[in-house]
Nanobody, 125 residues
Framework: QVQLVESGGGFIQAGESLTLRCVFS????????MGWFRQAPGKKREFVAS????????LYTDSVKGRFTISRDSAKNIWVLQMNSLKPEDTAVYYC??????????????????WGQGTRVTVSS
């Protein structure tokens, strides 16, 4: 059974950085692409970034381009979301999701097979 566990959330000031991690277990890491989503209070869950199972392909929503970087570490079976220059509007619960298959252009929740429990990020102005 595939399981995803996020960590790294916290309370920080605008302009600072955070690194989110998603630990994968219960399957073959190399078979899965991955996405990060977030859900702000009172809003729908939205796509943030995705990465292909090879790591060669990445995709970002416009609001985080140039500030966030998604990556994968095959040796540790983790995916990482490096978030720099954080803004109050980045405040949300961040979720990682895994997709069994190729590609990285999957931006809809229904494209993903497994989800983590979420980690909260609060950015204060």
């Amino acid at each position: 059974q595939v399981q995803l566990v996020e960590s790294g959330g916290g309370f920080i000031q605008a302009g600072e950085s955070l690194t989110l991690r998603c630990v994968f277990s219960g399957g073959a890491f190399s078979d899965y692409g991955m996405g990060w989503f977030r859900q702000a209070p009172g809003k729908k869950r939205e796509f943030v970034a995705s990465i292909s199972r090879s790591g060669a392909g990445t995709l970002y929503t416009d609001s985080v381009k140039g500030r966030f970087t998604i990556s994968r570490d095959s040796a540790k079976n983790i995916w990482v979301l490096q978030m720099n220059s954080l803004k109050p509007e980045d405040t949300a619960v961040y979720y990682c999701a895994a997709r069994d298959g190729g590609g990285y252009y999957w931006t809809e929740m229904r494209n993903y097979d497994y989800w983590g429990q979420g980690t909260r990020v609060t950015v204060s102005s």
